[in-house]
């Protein structure tokens, strides 16, 4: 069995690859992920989310920082850096995540990122001007979750 270092090792390096079936391969059936875009996903929601998101991206680089392995926990620092589609606006993401592992599968998978600068970089002024708001920060995950449920419906 890979250890839990291991395992995110391959979870970053298939991001990398803009490989979605191997991200979700790491994933247990009951998995649960959360950001603050996609707050709440469940089993193969997160999964398919990941598909979704690398199916799309034409200019996707993802870069593993650093990863701290304290048994079947991990806590990992990495960039994205993409083009949003939706805007055509380049983003760097900073983001730190926190793993939780089971028989090595990842049970949860936590992302922290600061949405105001996301949104600054990827929407422009209007992010620049209400990023830090509820309204846009409830827009973006409604458009998130609508783009993730036409997705999982033409599977």
Do not use: C
Request: proline content about 3%; charged content about 25%.
């Amino acid at each position: 069995m890979p250890t839990t270092e291991e395992v995110i090792k391959e979870f970053y390096a298939a991001f990398n690859r803009r490989d979605g079936a191997a991200m979700a391969a790491r994933y247990a059936a009951d998995v649960h992920f959360s950001d603050p875009v996609f707050t709440d996903l469940h089993g193969g929601q997160a999964g398919a989310m990941w598909r979704m998101l690398t199916s799309q991206s034409k200019d996707l680089s993802v870069e593993l920082l650093d990863v701290h392995e304290h048994g079947d926990h991990a806590h990992a620092a990495w960039r994205a850096t993409y083009t949003f589609s939706r805007t055509g606006r380049p983003v760097v993401n900073e983001v730190l995540a926190t793993f939780h592992l089971s028989d090595g599968l990842i049970v949860e998978h936590i992302d922290d990122f600061s949405f105001y600068r996301w949104s600054r970089q990827a929407l422009g002024v209007s992010g620049l001007l209400l990023g830090w708001t509820p309204l846009l920060k409830r827009k973006v995950r409604q458009e998130a979750a609508a783009g993730l449920a036409k997705f999982l419906a033409e599977a």
